[in-house]
């Protein structure tokens, strides 16, 4: 009996002892990546195994992921992730492709190629950005498949891969119908689709900026460090933001910190020392979250090759220091504070420089009251100076001011699945001291608003916004009524827009009281008597997405009355502000996509611009009636990282318009044409798993120089050169699912 025990205890111990290499051998490792069309990889992704509730796992910050299998079965594995479409993989069909056996001849440790297997997966949008929630166009939430008002959004990877080195050479690469060029000393001028820079509304986080040059803002102010997307809505918005939405609002939204740490540093050094130098570090702990941005640029007087009305460019250094702290109080209450400081010099001439600063801040709570109704309540402030700085004695003379103060409620509360209202308003001082002014050197107005929108869902299909708008300005003694009206119908693959908005803009305080000598060759005055700036605007589109596919097609109309401009007065023997004849701008906006799952991504937009003044009018804007854009980009995702390589190009017509030939006579105007031109660019970036990207970009490729150098022809020298370096340095510390 006992020596049958011994054999047997025998018989099992040799058994397990070669079971147990057997076992160990039959366990197999899969490993691999996700990634999305863009070739970018994807953290967060849960791969799972299919019937086997329990085994499964997560990528990681460089999309990789590793997990155990019992045994060399079949097993099926699926990725999948919110907002994209899962993709599944047989184990046995990739131990048998020749991709995995080539992969394990190259990359696997010798004696593990047979129980160490890689899947790689492609997870694809649902469709072309329309799970991408945005709030410019509604100021709610609404995904982009569902916002019946046309937006287009520029998302983080965009972004990066333009490798822009200013908001507005994204915005010229990506949109076609906008032009940045300069106007009178160099100064920053934007046209879009008819409407100069005094009709489009710049916002950071929803927020308006403080100061203005020949109608613009500093676009200096506005850096893409800590963006992550851009939103830009095209048309008339005056019905949920005022004044100075009349043809359009581009809105620059911060990123939301998700981990407990990120840190990105990034160097950019081109041509004619252009520098850029930034970083951005943000802490979410706990409750608290934290985002510290800095940025430094500069770039060097640059010649001009041939004549022109400008024979240089200046000089120019700007810094930009940005912090927003949010602390969430319980389950209900969220406060955001945010504080930024602007500074920049311009070398205009050898013994005075020209500097501009800004210091802005605000705060805003946001209350949840229930789960159908919240409200927010905040206060903002900006104050923008410019000054001029003597070299020799080091004499800083500050000579405008432009200071702005701004609270706001909004309220939401959403009824079931009919629909959402909301409700609020803003009350805003607007102090203004320029040297432009005489006899007082400044003026201040008070202007207060009241705005309702009701976001209806009639139907499944088919969605309705309208909107109502106040304003009322006190210095002007001007008030308005801005409605507006979307509706959008969508089946599976289409979705069809249609809309009307009035918009609104009350003459500015310099616009009514200026009173500024033209270097002793005539005046500018102003006039209080101007009365505001309406318009109509009309907009019919239909879109179609499927798969990677995306066609966009808008018609446009706007009518626009009151036109606030300066014209030449024989009375006053100078130019003055005045109201000019109604203007008709129309055309089309046609915008086409694609992106394939080998990596391939295009895409093009046009856009059509007709203006039509009044019989005798002056042609006074230089819009370009034909602009077009295209892009074609190849990417490739491996273990060694990332590789994208992308060709951009814009093509911009010929525009004619009605200039003043002489400062000393500005009764006598001609009709110029402005050629037409078109710059390119090649930008190839290689990014490595622990987060570092490096870029070449070259601009200008087909070398394009204009054979004279108006205000509105691009500012190229020729072809230029910049490589740029990123570097995500929480990505350099972060564990890897393959090295567990």
């Keep these: 009996m006992h020596k049958t025990i011994l054999i047997a205890t025998t018989l099992l111990a040799t058994a397990f002892a070669l079971l147990a290499p057997l076992s160990a051998t039959a366990q197999r490792v899969v490993i691999g990546l996700v990634h999305d069309t863009h070739g970018e990889p994807l953290p967060g992704v849960t791969v799972r195994v299919a019937g086997m509730p329990g085994l499964g796992t997560a990528t990681d910050l460089d999309g990789r992921y590793m997990l155990k299998l019992p045994d060399t079965s079949n097993y099926i594995l699926c990725a999948s992730m919110v907002g994209m479409k899962s993709d599944s993989a047989s184990t046995r069909a990739a131990a048998d492709s020749a991709a995995q056996r080539r992969f394990a001849r190259h990359h696997l440790p010798k004696g593990k190629s047979a129980n160490m297997l890689v ?9 072309v950005g329309v799970q991408t929630v945005v709030v410019t166009a509604t100021r709610t939430p609404k995904t982009l498949l569902d916002v019946p008002v046309v937006t287009r959004v520029i998302d983080a990877k965009e972004i990066r891969s333009a490798d822009a080195a200013t908001v507005q050479d994204l915005l010229e690469a990506e949109m076609p119908g906008i032009e940045f ?30 100061g ?14 800590d963006v992550g997307r851009v939103e830009v809505v095209k048309g008339a918005a005056s019905s949920l933001y005022g004044s100075n939405a009349v043809g359009g609002v581009v809105n620059l939204i911060s990123r939301e910190q998700t981990e407990p740490w990120t840190l990105s540093v990034n160097g950019r050094i081109g041509s004619h020392n252009d520098q850029r130098l930034g970083g951005t570090l943000s802490l979410k702990r706990g409750r608290v979250s934290s985002s510290t941005s800095l940025q430094r640029n500069h770039t060097d007087a640059i010649a001009m090759p041939a004549p022109g009305d400008f024979g240089n460019l200046y000089a120019t250094t700007s810094l930009n220091a940005k912090q927003r702290v949010g602390v969430e109080v319980g389950d209900k209450l969220r406060l955001t504070a945010r504080a930024s400081y602007f500074f920049r010099e311009r070398e205009s001439a050898v013994e005075q420089h020209d500097r501009y600063r800004d210091f802005g801040g605000g705060v805003k709570g946001e209350y949840t009251i229930n789960e159908a109704t919240d409200a927010s309540l905040s206060y903002s402030f900006d104050q923008y100076d410019k000054s001029d700085y003597t070299l020799a004695g080091g004499l800083d003379v500050r000579d405008y001011s432009n200071v702005q103060h701004t609270t706001r409620a909004i309220a939401n509360h959403t009824f079931g699945s009919t ?75 289409v979705a069809l827009r249609a809309g009307y908005a009035s918009g609104f803009r009350a003459p500015t305080l ?65 130019m003055v502000y005045t109201n ?25 937009g046009y856009v059509y611009t007709h203006e039509r003044v009044a019989d005798g009018g002056l042609l006074t804007s230089a819009t370009r009636p034909h602009t077009a854009t295209a892009r074609i980009d190849y990417s490739r995702h491996s273990f060694h990282g990332t590789f994208n390589v992308a060709l951009t190009g814009r093509v911009m017509s010929a525009v004619t318009c009605d200039e003043y030939t002489s400062l000393t006579d500005l009764t006598s105007t001609e009709r110029r044409t402005y050629p037409a031109y078109s710059l390119w660019k090649l930008t190839v970036s290689q990014s490595y798993p622990k987060g570092i990207t490096l870029a070449l970009t070259l601009d200008n490729i087909l070398n394009y120089r204009p054979a004279y150098y108006y205000n509105n022809s691009p500012a190229t020298t020729g072809r230029t050169i910049a490589v740029s370096l990123t570097w995500d340095v929480d990505r350099s510390f972060a564990k890897s699912a393959l090295t567990e």
């Design 119 to 127: 899947i790689n997966f492609t997870l694809r949008e649902q469709a």
């Design 181 to 210: 060029n300069y106007s009178m000393n160099q100064q920053v001028n934007v046209s879009l689709q008819g409407f100069g820079g005094n009709s489009v509304l710049f916002l950071v986080d929803g927020e308006r900026l403080a």
């Design 212 to 225: 203005e040059t020949l109608d613009n803002i500093d676009y200096s102010r506005l850096t893409l460090g």
């Design 419 to 493: 629909g959402t209202l909301t409700v609020g308003g803003d009350f805003m001082r607007d102090y203004l001291m320029s040297y432009q002014f005489s006899p007082e050197d400044h003026h201040r107005q008070y202007t207060a608003d009241a705005f309702a929108q009701w976001d209806w869902a009639i139907t499944t299909r088919l969605n309705a916004v309208c909107a109502l708008r106040y304003d009322y300005y006190s210095e002007a003694a001007a008030d308005h009524l801005s409605p507006k009206l979307n509706l959008m119908y969508r089946l599976d693959q």
């Design 510 to 574: 310099k616009e009514m009281y200026m009173n500024f000598d033209m270097a002793n060759i005539f005046m500018i005055y102003g006039n209080a008597a101007l009365r505001p700036e309406t318009s109509d605007n009309l907009q019919l589109s239909a879109e179609w997405t499927h798969n990677g596919y995306n066609l966009a097609g808008t018609a446009y109309y706007n009518h626009v009355k009151n036109r606030i401009t300066t014209l030449w007065s024989q009375a006053l023997n100078g």
């Design 580 to 604: 000019m004849e109604p203007m008709e701008i129309g055309g089309v906006d046609i915008n086409a996509s694609a992106r394939w799952d080998n990596g391939l991504g295009a895409r093009v």
